[in-house]
């Protein structure tokens, strides 16, 4: 971007989410840790993929250390790219399956969990970029 001569560049951050599905129709989310940015809204779990890191590996490594949960990756749900005031952010979610058949979610990165359909996500208060995928991701069920 050009401001009166000087050349700024906006941080760029690469995110990754999964829609791990529970009980049949029943998708995890979590809520952020109180210390977090955007602390306590609810989101599709993952974090941020880092340098030299694919996309699948960031997520099956997040989901680890967030909840202590191993997940096999299927295949991409929906991506977008999307403005914060300080930073730009491309999210993209995938739709996952937990590997062990009944596993305990850990809390071990985030504040809570629960298991929800999709049509339920809408009362609970999500990040920006995570509320426009839900939206998506509603509209492709009709």
């Known amino acids: 971007m050009l401001v009166e001569g000087l050349v700024t560049s906006r941080k760029h951050i690469r995110v990754v989410g999964a829609m791990v599905e529970g009980e049949t129709g029943h998708y995890l989310i979590t809520q952020r840790a109180k210390d977090a940015s955007l602390p306590l809204l609810w989101e599709f779990p993952g974090g941020r993929v880092q340098p030299n890191e694919t996309d699948v590996a960031a997520l099956v490594r997040e989901l680890k250390e967030r909840l202590r949960i ?10 977008l790219h999307h403005a914060y005031p300080h930073y730009d952010l ?22 809570d969990h629960k298991w929800v359909t999709l049509a339920e996500m809408s009362k609970y208060p999500f990040p920006d970029a995570d509320a426009k995928t839900l939206e998506k991701l509603l ?4």
């Open 70 to 79: 191993d997940v096999d990756v299927l295949e991409q749900a929906s991506t």
């Open 90 to 111: 491309d999210f993209s979610v995938f739709y996952c399956r937990l590997r062990g058949g009944d596993v305990e979610v850990s809390h071990h990165r985030v504040n």
């Open 139 to 142: 509209d492709l069920d009709r």
